[in-house]
């Protein structure tokens, strides 16, 4: 009974226990990334007004609603009531239409198909700047953790340090500066260390915002990632550009739009029409001065609007015009903003990766050695404590540059991925180690 009991406190501790372990478990980037997409706000906004102005396209292109007569004619006034006195005298019923000269719906339809479609392209564009947003500060998050780490590690050395510094005082082997020295290193890190762990609330902060979560939902530190390759040479990153960035294809279609309000400006030059019918229901007429048999009658019409205020349809095509070349300026400034960012990206990326590279492979490595080398040496005098010291800190911001690095290696990336409008192919990524 004994051995039952322990073994259900242990099941029940357990069960209490797994959700934790659970919800402490780091959620992939790619996951962060599709929740900020379907939670947003912004984006349920921007989506809810693309809606509101696709709604709008067939009303552009609708006729106005007819138009329903009900007339009595011709009543005598002394006798209002009486149909059958006066031939003239009739009930009658009649519909009318307006419609527009010749193509102006369809291009009142076009004008609201594009201003849609830019809407549509401006929801595409927020999402792309969403996902940059989420994975830049998923990147700082991690060399944020990297770095309280490291100084974690540094905390314990230079406890370390001030312990062996101490011990050779005591033994009239060290200076007390050395002392003081390694004590204002630690007090130096450990002022860092509340920096780094402020600006870690405010990034999970900021993350907890993107992600429409509460603020104060944990985020658990970021997990190691690779660093991959970019395919891709720069002309080939234009091209894919200026056919997948949505922010192009929505200037693209404000520029038509313009075009097509150009022309519709220059349809308004024509007059519309008015089609009308009606019809006469008379009565018979027999009397001493009119014998009319009240055959019933009806009457087509057609009538025109005078397009005769040149200026206001003047203003309407130098409206249009202008907001033609305005779509045009502002396609060819971002075309060009694209280039930049493009060559920006690549050359920053390039120096990311030498840099990680240089200090995988070089400085750290020596780092490590002189630093070993200058430990044995202290312990036998041949080498101050300064440089033992000052062999911890070099290595220490190292080891912090070398992460950083790599962080920025990965947010330039999704910059890259913003300014060209898509993921990119990536190849043999190598796993970081450190």
Not at 114 to 121: D, G, K, P, V
Not at 319 to 337: I, P, R, W
Not at 381 to 398: A, E, I, P, Q
């Amino acid at each position: 009974m004994r051995f039952q009991s322990v073994l259900f406190m242990m099941v029940m501790v357990l069960a209490s226990v797994a959700p934790q372990m659970a919800a402490a478990q780091p959620e992939s980037l790619e996951q962060l990334v599709a929740e900020a997409l379907a939670n947003n706000p912004e984006i349920k906004a921007s989506e809810a007004r693309w809606r509101m102005f696709a709604g709008r396209v067939k009303q552009a292109g609708g006729l106005e609603d007819p138009m329903l007569m009900l007339k009595a004619q011709n009543l005598l006034v002394r006798d209002p009531l009486t149909f059958n006195r006066d031939a003239t005298t009739a009930k009658v019923i009649g519909i009318s239409q307006q419609l527009p000269f010749w193509g102006k719906r369809a291009l009142r339809e076009e004008i609201a198909t594009l201003e849609a479609e830019s809407y549509r392209h401006s929801i595409e564009e927020r999402k792309l700047e969403l996902a940059r947003m989420v994975k830049e500060t998923w990147y700082q998050l991690y060399a944020t953790d990297k770095s309280l780490a490291i100084i974690e590690k540094n905390l314990k050395i230079m406890d370390d340090f001030l312990t062996i510094a101490e011990a050779k005082y005591a033994v009239g082997q060290g200076a007390q500066a050395d002392i003081y020295k390694a004590g204002l290193e630690k007090s130096k890190m450990l002022d860092m260390q509340i920096s780094l762990q402020q600006k870690r609330t405010s990034l999970a902060a900021n993350l907890n915002y993107l992600l429409y979560r509460p603020g104060t939902t944990p985020v658990p530190p970021i997990p190691e990632f690779p660093l991959p390759e970019l395919t891709q040479r720069v002309e080939q990153l234009n091209a894919l550009a200026l056919k997948k960035r949505p922010q192009v294809k929505g200037l693209t279609a404000l520029a038509n739009k313009g075009a097509a309000a150009r022309r519709l400006a220059h349809k308004e030059f024509w007059p519309d029409v008015n089609v009308s019918f009606e019809y006469m229901f008379r009565e018979s007429v027999q009397n001493g001065m009119a014998n009319d048999p009240g055959y019933n009658m009806f009457t087509l019409g057609l009538t025109f609007n005078l397009p005769v205020q040149w200026s206001r349809r003047q203003a309407m095509v130098a409206a249009s015009s202008s907001e033609t070349a305005m779509a045009t300026d502002e396609l060819n400034g971002l075309k060009n903003s694209i280039s930049y960012v493009i060559n920006d990206s690549l050359a920053q990326l390039e120096r990311r990766k030498r840099l990680v590279e240089l200090y995988r492979g070089g400085i750290i490595p020596q780092a490590e050695q002189s630093l070993e080398s200058a430990l044995i040496g202290y312990r036998v005098n041949k080498v101050d404590f300064l440089t033992v010291l000052d062999g911890r800190v070099s290595l220490f911001n190292y080891e912090r540059e070398l992460f950083e690095s790599q962080a920025e290696y990965m947010m330039q990336l999704a910059r890259l991925e913003a300014a060209v409008g898509t993921d990119l192919a990536l190849s043999a990524p190598h796993e970081t180690k450190h």
